[in-house]
């Protein structure tokens, strides 16, 4: 019980201010930030597609942490189709960004 009031303690504490007041800064361990920021790192980025069931192929850019798809972002670098046309960029569908879940 006592590991709960503690930090309650934060409120208490007092540190050097900046800003006129609406900054403050203050000497607290910040190791939790290390975990977030790990959350996004990535061991290598491969270009793969979500061929299961899906008819378009669309190519997709992953990035792999320790051999689990961490995000994924469509690949922008298809060739034109024709000049008079727009592009159809991004190229990705629903069906295939939920095939993920099943990696």
Partial sequence: MSKFLDR???????????ADGH??????????EDGYR????HD????STHGVNCTGFC???????HGLVT???Q???YPRTRPDLP??????????ASYSWYL
Avoid at 59 to 65: D, Y
Avoid at 87 to 96: A, I, V
């Fill in 87 to 96: 592009n159809h960029e991004p190229r990705g569908s629903t069906r295939g």
């Fill in 38 to 41: 790990q959350r996004w790192q």
């Fill in 8 to 18: 309650f303690r934060y409120f208490k504490q007092k540190g050097e201010t900046f």
């Fill in 71 to 73: 995000w994924e972002n």
């Fill in 44 to 47: 290598k980025t491969v270009r």
């Fill in 23 to 32: 900054g403050q800064l203050l000497n607290t361990n910040r190791d939790w």
């Fill in 59 to 65: 190519s997709w850019k992953l990035s792999v942490k």
């Fill in 75 to 77: 690949q922008t670098d």
